[in-house]
């Protein structure tokens, strides 16, 4: 009743500044509950009313207060800390470039969320969503479930309400995964489609910020602001000449006649998932596209060995770079400062897990290094031209899906994240290919995400399908704010036993 009521006062908003008060309410309502948002910008208000003072021509994003995951720069008095103590400091006073094409199109900033710290790469041990400044974000579907990493706050406030939409960053699955088990849309662009500039970094060859967004809608409309080329990041040069109309492919017919490949090897996470599958891929053939199943996938373990190296490498050499340009006050300059700053400071931020991927990265070679070089054209090559580039052209396909994750699992201080990858979503991840992700239904009240993958440059088409999707299936589910979904009917009752007889 809560979210219905904050939801309609945003409809009703009139003008920036009111929509950007009902959006700080709605995270008051609900922010203790999933510790979302690490910090709220005192500026937000200042800055709605200078939109509004304008009155200029509205921008595409009028009336939209954006989150960013804190890993993302922003003018004014808040760190970017990418979760970390380590960045407390990082108040760097810049717009990464994304941020500026925001405000350009009239967003309010309205703060940071928390995020899997340094965005997951820390540990394998992780949990999904943990970091030493923002603690544990929780899914708003049951309080003491997982929200994915590593944008789980991103997902989580848009879920819960907070904003309509919010962004995300991936290296490999956390734009996707967060927004999948949250029951939201995700969507990561084609790695050069969106600046990198002035955000933290894991991996040049993956990194790629994204929208989260409550629809389909949305996410083409926050992905029409932010996309485009900066000269501060090479990975840009071409994507001018590759942005679409992405609002216009927004097309309730827009599978009729959509050849997509159904990953059959991407399935498996449950019987209740796959069944949730197929009632997509029901809805799919309806609306007119035709179906071909792809049962196997060839050296998909060489790709993750490939890929886990080519990180380490990357993580260590960006990482580095990034930190050279944060503020004097920031005193952690290289990674093997961070890996000391979390031994000096073990009580909060290595008490949960460690920093063995850390310590991995710090034993790397370098960018140079033969080895390291051999596995990114391996992972490249087993992911793009043997493998999306493959399905699609030997079987005539225009997209493939799969289930993105299974429903959320629980958080587990003592093992960690229980489940990792194994999906599709690694595929595009190595390829740099877009992945998209909307709702498909639940499995016991959680949510689970349909996955739509292209070739690069393909965002419009999978934005079409998925609006396509979206508006015939209807499957959104709101969330609850559970405790358990254990302690509650349909599922309590039957974890009890039965009445003995006397």
Not at 73 to 80: F, H, K, V, W
Not at 187 to 212: C, E, F, N
Not at 336 to 349: K, M, S
Request: hydrophobic share 45%; charged share 20%.
């Amino acid at each position: 009743m809560v979210i219905s009521i904050l939801l309609a006062a945003l409809a009703a908003a009139s003008s920036a500044e009111a929509a950007t008060e009902a959006a700080i309410a709605r995270m008051h309502a609900v922010e203790a509950q999933i510790h979302a948002v690490i910090a709220l910008d005192p500026t937000a208000l200042a800055q709605a009313r200078a939109i509004d003072r304008g009155r200029r021509a509205r921008g595409l994003l009028y009336g939209y207060a954006i989150l960013l995951k804190d890993n993302i720069e922003a003018d004014g008095p808040l760190p970017t800390t990418a979760g970390s103590m380590a960045l407390l400091d990082n108040v760097t006073h810049r717009d990464a470039p994304l941020v500026g094409r925001l405000r350009a199109a009239d967003a309010v900033i309205l703060g940071k969320t928390n995020l899997s710290e340094w965005a997951n790469i820390r540990s394998n041990a992780s949990i999904s969503g943990w970091s030493g400044v923002g603690g544990q974000t929780r899914n708003p579907f049951a309080l003491d479930r997982n929200p994915c990493g590593s944008s789980a706050g991103s997902a989580a406030a848009v879920a819960a309400g907070e904003v309509e939409a919010a962004i995300g960053t991936e290296t490999d699955g956390s734009v996707t995964c967060p927004a999948a088990v949250n029951g939201v849309v995700g969507l990561k662009p084609t790695v050069g489609l969106v600046s990198r500039a002035r955000i933290v970094p894991i991996s040049h060859s993956q990194d790629t910020a994204g929208p989260i967004a409550a629809d389909v809608a949305t996410a083409a409309r926050v992905l029409s602001a932010i996309a485009g080329t900066d000269p501060g990041d090479a990975a840009t040069k071409d994507a001018d000449a590759h942005i679409a109309d992405y609002l216009g492919a927004l097309k309730p017919d827009a599978l009729k006649g959509a050849r997509i490949g159904v990953l059959r090897f991407a399935t498996g996470w449950s019987a209740a998932t796959d069944k949730v599958f197929e009632q997509a891929l029901a809805v799919l053939k309806a609306q007119g596209a035709t179906l071909v199943d792809i049962t196997a996938l060839k050296d998909r373990d060489k790709m993750g060995e490939a890929e886990t190296l080519v990180l380490h490498t990357e993580l260590k050499a960006d990482l580095n770079a990034y930190l050279a340009t944060t503020p004097s006050t920031v005193k952690t300059r290289t990674l093997a400062d961070v890996i000391a700053f979390d031994t000096a400071h073990a009580d909060r931020e290595l008490g949960l897990f460690g920093q063995e991927t850390f310590v991995k990265a710090e034993a790397t070679k370098g960018l140079n290094d033969p080895a390291y070089q051999a596995a990114r054209a391996t992972s490249l090559q087993i992911a793009g031209h043997d493998g999306i580039d493959a399905m699609l052209a030997a079987n005539h396909l225009d997209a493939l899906v799969s289930p993105t994750m299974p429903p959320a699992w629980k958080i587990d201080a003592a093992n960690g994240d229980q489940i990792g990858g194994g999906g599709a979503g690694s595929l595009a991840a190595v390829a740099g290919y877009p992945h998209l992700t909307v709702p498909m239904g639940a499995v016991m009240g959680l949510p689970v995400g349909l996955s739509i993958i292209g070739p690069a440059w393909s965002e419009a088409r999978l934005l079409g399908y998925g609006y396509a999707y979206e508006q015939s299936a209807k499957v959104k589910v709101k969330p609850r704010f559970l405790p358990s979904i254990e302690g509650v009917a349909p599922v309590a009752p039957l974890l009890e036993p039965l009445p003995r007889r006397r």
